[in-house]
Nanobody
């Protein structure tokens, strides 16, 4: 099993910045991708950004140019640098780790408990 713990959420004004962290423990050796998702009240959970084991990154259109995802494989840490925050970024942000479970490529998703980000206008 993989355990994920997020930190770094909080209240910030429009235009401000926050850095979210995700610490992974347990069977981290077979983690492939790390991702950040967000879920606003009344909405479905949405993918924000993904970083592969090799460092390739992808972003949702809404955050391109403002958010940066990164990871430190040696320390089993993953980050989301959030700049120029907007009220519509307000949501609970979840860390996701996708672990490969067999040679056929089957995977299992692991989730953190979430951290609240609130951007005031």
């Amino acid at each position: 099993q993989v355990q994920l713990v997020e930190s770094g959420g909080g209240l910030v004004q429009t235009g401000g910045s926050l850095t979210l962290s995700c610490s992974a423990s347990g069977r981290t050796y077979n983690i492939n991708n790390f991702s950040w998702y967000c879920q606003a009240p009344g909405k479905q959970r949405e993918l924000v950004a993904t970083i592969s084991s090799g460092g390739s990154t992808t972003y949702a259109d809404a955050v391109k140019g403002r958010f940066t995802i990164s990871r430190d494989n040696a320390k089993n840490l993953m980050y989301l640098q959030m700049n120029n925050l907007k009220p519509e970024d307000t949501a609970v942000y979840y860390c996701n780790a996708r672990a490969i479970v067999n040679v056929e490529g089957a995977y299992r998703d692991h989730w953190g408990q979430g951290t609240q980000v609130t951007v005031s206008s």
